[in-house]
């Protein structure tokens, strides 16, 4: 059989432990054989981004505004602990972090669903995708106690002086306060790649906010989007047959609560950061979950989830068989060969990616899984596979699908 030929660089950013042992199984075994893989190999892995002072993190960010398309392995982000384990010259920032500051962008996350693994919520059907805005409102806020009577303002001076005063608490009595921004830029680069993303993906965006409550500040909100909306999308939309649709964003938790998912989940900061883990968890695992990062001029990267799996990786050290769920990393590689595919009309590649993704979902379905899966599967009688193990029966799936 010939192999699949690629015309454009892919960026590769590899990564730690037992991801990264994971990573090198799926490249020799699933991508290798049936790819002329053409890569652009940046070392992420934390022993090189200590050795590169973390230059290498913001090449690989920068290869990717060249080349468009990134696929990444899970990494460690350093604490006081991966100091002393890897002799680090200093803390570096998560590799996440740093990418995303120069790419600018909204993660999108979305449960892989197969079935044997249902979710808790009985009429979720499809995947719901969660899009968290990253940027702002508590995240980057400032707040102080106040232990006494006293008055607390808000002031914004202008670079001309002017002022503008709103008075926050006459506290009578100890309290706390807080104050909050967001970028108008932000707020509107969120909603295009919200909207792209959907007409990429062919579902419908629901967005909510307490607009009713906060008639400034979450009413920008409101604006930008319907206003974004409106004046680049509509017409795109419809053509689709897709549908924006805005609500407060109690009503929106109480409809995705009686939905049956299929669709974008547009969320503000804060309700992001509590959502997506109540919508991973509730489709099952955090190993089944994708994650891709779309930036609004037209990048995007794709990554599983999960972190790197340490204590595996450890058991992996020890000579131990692992039993590590890589189905979230073969996803984020086919994410990748696919918008690469597409990007350069390349329809071998996009049919692998598709194959290789019923491939990897035609294995659990068969009843082989990795031990995080067979604890939660409604398969009877599941059959627990080592790491290896399981990607070689993806393999033979694949084997059969590419004949
Ligand atoms: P983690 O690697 O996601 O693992 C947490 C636990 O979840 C594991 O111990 C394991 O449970 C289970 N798990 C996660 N992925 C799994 C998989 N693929 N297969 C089977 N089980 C899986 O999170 P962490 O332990 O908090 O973080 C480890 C390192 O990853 C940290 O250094 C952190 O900085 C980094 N991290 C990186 C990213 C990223 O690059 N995107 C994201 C998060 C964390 P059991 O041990 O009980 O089996
Ligand atoms: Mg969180």
Same mark, same amino acid.
Not at 31 to 41: G, K, M, Q, S
Not at 116 to 142: F, M, Q, S
Not at 245 to 263: C, Q, T
Not at 360 to 373: A, F, H, P, V, Y
């Given at each position: 059989?010939?192999?699949?030929?690629?015309?454009?660089?892919?960026?590769?950013?590899?990564?730690?432990?037992?991801?990264?042992?994971?990573?090198?199984?799926?490249?020799?075994?699933?991508?290798?054989?049936?790819?002329?893989?053409?890569?652009?190999?940046?070392?992420?892995?934390?022993?090189?981004?200590?050795?590169?002072?973390?230059?290498?993190?913001?090449?690989?960010?920068?290869?990717?505004?060249?080349?468009?398309?990134?696929?990444?392995?899970?990494?460690?982000?350093?604490?006081?602990?991966?100091?002393?384990?890897?002799?680090?010259?200093?803390?570096?920032?998560?590799?996440?972090?740093?990418?995303?500051?120069?790419?600018?962008?909204?993660?999108?996350?979305?449960?892989?669903?197969?079935?044997?693994?249902?979710?808790?919520?009985?009429?979720?059907?499809?995947?719901?995708?969660?899009?968290?805005?990253?940027?702002?409102?508590?995240?980057?806020?400032?707040?102080?106690?106040?232990?006494?009577?006293?008055?607390?303002?808000?002031?914004?001076?202008?670079?001309?002086?002017?002022?503008?005063?709103?008075?926050?608490?006459?506290?009578?009595?100890?309290?706390?306060? !807080?104050? !909050?921004?967001?970028?108008?830029?932000?707020?509107?680069?969120?909603?295009?790649?919200?909207?792209?993303?959907?007409?990429?993906?062919?579902?419908?965006?629901?967005?909510?906010?307490?607009?009713?409550?906060?008639?400034?500040?979450?009413?920008?909100?409101?604006?930008?989007?319907?206003?974004?909306?409106?004046?680049?999308?509509?017409?795109?939309?419809?053509?689709?047959?897709?549908?924006?649709?805005?609500?407060?964003?109690?009503?929106?938790?109480?409809?995705?609560?009686?939905?049956?998912?299929?669709?974008?989940?547009?969320?503000?900061?804060?309700?992001?950061?509590?959502?997506?883990?109540?919508?991973?968890?509730?489709?099952?695992?955090?190993?089944? !979950?994708?994650?891709?990062?779309?930036?609004?001029?037209?990048?995007?990267?794709?990554?599983?989830?999960?972190?790197?799996?340490?204590?595996?990786?450890?058991?992996?050290?020890?000579?131990?068989?692992?039993?590590?769920?890589?189905?979230?990393?073969?996803?984020?590689?086919?994410?990748?060969?696919?918008?690469?595919?597409?990007?350069?009309?390349?329809?071998?590649?996009?049919?692998?990616?598709?194959?290789?993704?019923?491939?990897?979902?035609?294995?659990?379905?068969?009843?082989?899984?990795?031990?995080?899966?067979?604890?939660?599967?409604?398969?009877?009688?599941?059959?627990?596979?080592?790491?290896?193990?399981?990607?070689?029966?993806?393999?033979?799936?694949?084997?059969?699908? !590419?004949?």
């Amino acid at each position: 059989m010939e192999k699949i030929k690629m015309t454009t660089p892919l960026v590769e950013m590899d990564g730690d432990e037992m991801t990264r042992i994971l990573w090198k199984m799926i490249k020799d075994e699933l991508l290798l054989p049936y790819i002329d893989l053409n890569t652009e190999y940046y070392d992420l892995g934390l022993a090189y981004r200590n050795e590169t002072d973390d230059q290498v993190t913001i090449d690989a960010a920068e290869a990717t505004k060249k080349y468009g398309v990134a696929v990444k392995c899970a990494t460690i982000t350093p604490n006081q602990a991966r100091m002393k384990e890897y002799s680090l010259k200093k803390m570096y920032k998560s590799p996440n972090g740093t990418i995303r500051a120069i790419l600018d962008g909204t993660v999108f996350r979305a449960p892989i669903v197969v079935k044997g693994i249902e979710p808790c919520v009985r009429n979720w059907k499809k995947p719901i995708t969660l899009a968290r805005h990253a940027y702002g409102d508590i995240y980057k806020n400032t707040e102080f106690y106040v232990d006494k009577p006293g008055k607390v303002e808000l002031v914004y001076t202008s670079e001309d002086g002017e002022e503008k005063r709103a008075l926050v608490q006459e506290f009578k009595a100890p309290g706390v306060a !807080m104050g !909050m921004h967001n970028m108008e830029a932000s707020i509107e680069s969120f909603a295009r790649s919200c909207f792209n993303y959907a007409l990429d993906t062919k579902q419908d965006v629901w967005f909510g906010a307490k607009d009713t409550i906060s008639k400034t500040y979450d009413a920008k909100f409101k604006e930008v989007f319907q206003k974004i909306y409106e004046e680049e999308y509509k017409e795109k939309f419809e053509e689709q047959g897709l549908v924006y649709f805005y609500s407060l964003i109690d009503d929106i938790v109480a409809r995705v609560m009686k939905a049956e998912g299929g669709f974008i989940w547009a969320c503000k900061n804060y309700d992001g950061d509590v959502m997506s883990d109540m919508v991973s968890s509730a489709f099952g695992s955090l190993a089944m !979950m994708t994650s891709v990062l779309v930036s609004p001029h037209g990048y995007y990267e794709y990554e599983a989830a999960h972190g790197t799996v340490q204590r595996h990786y450890y058991r992996h050290l020890e000579g131990k068989e692992t039993s590590t769920n890589s189905v979230a990393t073969i996803f984020a590689w086919t994410g990748a060969l696919r918008k690469r595919g597409e990007l350069d009309g390349n329809q071998a590649l996009m049919a692998f990616a598709d194959k290789l993704e019923k491939a990897t979902l035609s294995t659990i379905e068969d009843g082989k899984m990795t031990k995080d899966l067979a604890l939660i599967t409604s398969l009877k009688h599941p059959k627990v596979l080592s790491s290896r193990d399981f990607i070689l029966a993806v393999r033979d799936s694949l084997d059969r699908l !590419m004949k």
